[in-house]
């Protein structure tokens, strides 16, 4: 595994839009791998591949509170449902170190992604989770959690 260059604002590869995967094969979980070291590293809790130039529907999260290490990894994830009731967090981003926002949200979700192995997975998400997802996927839009408080 390879530790990668997180990019930061205002780097314009971070307001790409990511392309979907065809597949999960071999080159994707190696990404996949590098993404949760290069995290892991950063000490963040999720990373989009376009965070470290790579414009693919990829991401990779740990929101555990303990040691044990919890990765998760969503390829082309989709939002299927969004709460109508909205919850806020403060948010930080790998790629706009220094700054954090609260920000609002729906507070839970639905999301249909593909996993590690490529397999069809089904994730009703709330809490941390479903923020999280929710921040790393408008990564795949272009989309900065800074944008939302510009709107102010
Ligand atoms: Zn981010």
Redesign the pocket.
């Known amino acids: 595994m390879t530790i990668k260059t997180i990019l930061t604002e205002p780097s314009k590869i971070l307001r790409q839009i990511s392309l979907p995967v065809e597949k999960v094969g071999k080159e994707e979980q190696i990404l996949m791998n590098d993404m949760l070291e290069t995290m892991y590293d950063a000490k963040g809790i999720?990373l989009?591949a376009i965070?470290i130039g790579v414009p693919k529907r990829i991401i990779v999260m740990d929101i555990s509170k303990d040691d044990k290490k919890k990765p998760m990894y969503f390829v082309n994830p989709i939002i299927k449902n969004k709460n109508s009731n909205y919850s806020t967090y403060e948010e930080g981003?790998?790629?706009?170190p220094n700054q954090f926002a609260e920000v609002n949200r729906p507070s839970e979700c639905e999301i249909e992604y593909l996993d590690f192995n490529g397999k069809k997975i089904f994730l009703k998400a709330s809490g941390l989770l479903a923020t999280c997802i929710q921040?790393?996927m408008d990564?795949l839009e272009g989309i900065?959690?800074i944008d939302y408080l510009s709107k102010l």
């Open positions: 999720g989009a965070q981003c790998l790629s706009v921040h790393e990564h900065l959690f």
